[in-house]
Nanobody, 118 residues
Framework: QVQLVESGGGLVQPGGSLRLSCAASGITFSIYNMGWYRQAPGKQRLLVAA???????NYEASVKGRFTISRDNAKNTVYLQMNSLKPEDTAAYFC????????????WGQGTQVTVSS
């Protein structure tokens, strides 16, 4: 059974930081590209950051320089370090796993809420 379990969300003030974690089980983690989408109320789910199985990364323009994605293949875990958070970062954040040769996401996590507010 495949599971992607996110943690680390919460309420933070503008300018603060959070680190999201996504622990994967039931998959051969090293062959999957991993990443995070986010979805704000009434809006589409958008890609925030992704990391390939080889370690290459890409970011949505609004988070470049503030967010850092990383992975630990020994722990089957992907991380999203979020710094200098802004109210517009408020959303549900979803971890995903996509086989490196797939055209679409294979697995999703259940989501973790991030709220940036004073």
């Amino acid at each position: 059974q495949v599971q992607l379990v996110e943690s680390g969300g919460g309420l933070v003030q503008p300018g603060g930081s959070l680190r999201l974690s996504c622990a994967a089980s039931g998959i051969t983690f090293s062959i999957y590209n991993m990443g995070w989408y986010r979805q704000a109320p009434g809006k589409q789910r958008l890609l925030v950051a992704a990391i390939t199985n080889g370690g290459s990364t890409n970011y949505e323009a609004s988070v470049k320089g503030r967010f850092t994605i990383s992975r630990d293949n020994a722990k089957n875990t992907v991380y999203l370090q979020m710094n200098s958070l802004k109210p517009e970062d408020t959303a549900a954040y979803f971890c995903f796993a996509k086989k490196w040769y797939s055209d679409s996401v294979n697995y999703w996590g259940q989501g973790t809420q991030v709220t940036v507010s004073s």
